[in-house]
């Protein structure tokens, strides 16, 4: 009898579960992967507009009255 065959993985006996480490290793990682991006998924949408709006004050479509005018309302929410 040598190491591996001590091990239940490896012997002849009460194989048929080894199957159950893998796919708990793949849905560990699935599930991690899954609530770390998702919090990228769900972004506040007043974020998303202040981008769009500083994007439009950059390339010079707003002057600054209009953007400061348009940003106090986003920050009201309203």
Do not use: C
Not at 50 to 58: D, G, H, T
């Amino acid at each position: 009898m040598n190491a591996l065959t001590a091990l239940p993985l490896f012997s002849e006996h009460d194989g048929h579960w080894w199957p159950i480490f893998p796919l708990f290793w793949i849905t560990a990682i699935a599930l991690l992967w899954f609530f770390v991006w998702r919090r990228r998924w769900r972004r506040d949408p007043v974020d998303s507009a202040r981008q769009i709006l500083a994007e439009r004050y950059a390339r010079d479509e707003l002057s600054v009255e209009e953007y400061r005018k348009r940003l106090d309302e986003l920050g009201r929410g309203g």
